[in-house]
């Protein structure tokens, strides 16, 4: 098997069929009533030095976890972190959210793995959305495509607050990291549903057209709800499967990003 050819929703599945990774399929764990996940972030494949400073790569890191934290509508509880990194280091703790441990090492270049721990009532997951479901998002997309173009990195939005709030009525939810239609699939394929995506409805950041949506990093929450709560609607959940993207009734296509690929 090369990761180059199946990428990495194969390699997931792989890992499931052979029994070595169980649960895998949400944003984040749940371990004895604590909800965990963890993002890795890597110079040259996730930021360059000449996008953002070190501060902004110490808020990225903390808040791609904090992001899945809220998509599985959890109260932030703590940081580990991990540091490969050849100089000095700040901004990691902005969010508010203590670091409780982790390592340091040296390395040529600069990676960071953090582990965030929560804490949630409810955790709508992935895998429970129901034809007849509104599909919502917390905020504009196309933020991270917008700057990208522009020669700089987007600071991630931390939705927390929206994320328990649709905790409590989601069938499911996840944050929008790997593009509209990739992440609109995660849902579809896990709820064995059709998510139908009309972009006419999509929210955009300014500056942003519909193929920035395809970039990622924006996230954004995307659920899929009975009760939109007063959050933009972007379309729905239907019988079928996959996913079915249309601006004005006609079809288009979106990627979105994937890694080894």
């Given at each position: 098997?090369?990761l180059?050819?199946?990428?990495?929703?194969?390699?997931?599945?792989?890992?499931?069929?052979?029994?070595?990774?169980?649960?895998?399929?949400?944003?984040?764990?749940?371990?004895?009533?604590?909800?965990?996940?963890?993002?890795?972030?890597?110079?040259?494949?996730?930021?360059?030095f000449?996008?953002?400073?070190?501060?902004?790569?110490?808020?990225?890191?903390?808040?791609?976890?904090?992001?899945?934290?809220?998509?599985?509508?959890?109260?932030?509880?703590?940081?580990?972190?991990?540091?490969?990194?050849?100089?000095?280091?700040?901004?990691?703790?902005?969010?508010?959210?203590?670091?409780?441990?982790?390592?340091?090492?040296?390395?040529?270049?600069?990676?960071?793995?953090?582990?965030?721990?929560?804490r949630?009532?409810?955790?709508?997951?992935?895998?429970?959305?129901?034809?007849g479901?509104?599909?919502?998002?917390?905020?504009?997309?196309?933020?991270?495509?917008?700057?990208?173009?522009?020669?700089?990195?987007?600071?991630?939005?931390?939705?927390?607050?929206?994320?328990r709030?649709?905790?409590?009525?989601?069938?499911?939810?996840?944050?929008?990291?790997?593009?509209?239609?990739?992440?609109?699939?995660?849902?579809?394929?896990?709820s064995?549903?059709?998510?139908?995506?009309?972009?006419?409805?999509?929210?955009l950041?300014?500056?942003?057209?519909?193929?920035?949506?395809?970039?990622?990093?924006?996230?954004?929450?995307?659920?899929?709800?009975?009760?939109?709560?007063?959050f933009?609607?972007?379309?729905?959940?239907?019988?079928?499967?996959?996913?079915?993207?249309?601006?004005?009734?006609?079809?288009?296509?979106?990627?979105?990003?994937?890694?080894?690929?």
């Amino acid at each position: 098997m090369r990761l180059d050819e199946v990428g990495e929703l194969g390699l997931l599945g792989e890992l499931e069929r052979r029994g070595l990774a169980q649960g895998i399929e949400h944003d984040a764990a749940q371990v004895d009533g604590i909800v965990v996940t963890q993002d890795a972030l890597v110079e040259g494949v996730h930021f360059r030095f000449d996008l953002l400073s070190w501060r902004e790569l110490g808020f990225r890191a903390a808040a791609a976890n904090i992001s899945d934290l809220a998509a599985s509508g959890a109260e932030p509880l703590a940081l580990i972190v991990a540091l490969g990194l050849p100089g000095e280091y700040e901004g990691l703790n902005e969010p508010g959210v203590p670091v409780r441990g982790g390592d340091t090492t040296g390395a040529a270049s600069v990676f960071l793995s953090v582990t965030a721990l929560g804490r949630a009532e409810r955790v709508p997951g992935r895998a429970g959305a129901r034809p007849g479901d509104l599909l919502v998002v917390t905020g504009p997309l196309g933020a991270a495509g917008a700057a990208f173009r522009a020669g700089r990195l987007a600071r991630p939005p931390i939705r927390v607050e929206e994320g328990r709030r649709l905790a409590r009525t989601a069938t499911a939810m996840l944050d929008v990291s790997d593009g509209l239609a990739v992440d609109a699939a995660h849902i579809a394929r896990r709820s064995g549903c059709r998510v139908a995506v009309e972009l006419e409805r999509v929210p955009l950041a300014p500056g942003a057209t519909l193929e920035d949506v395809a970039f990622g990093e924006d996230y954004e929450l995307l659920a899929a709800t009975p009760d939109a709560l007063e959050f933009p609607v972007i379309g729905r959940c239907e019988k079928g499967s996959g996913v079915v993207l249309t601006l004005h009734g006609e079809p288009v296509e979106l990627t979105g990003w994937e890694h080894f690929r």
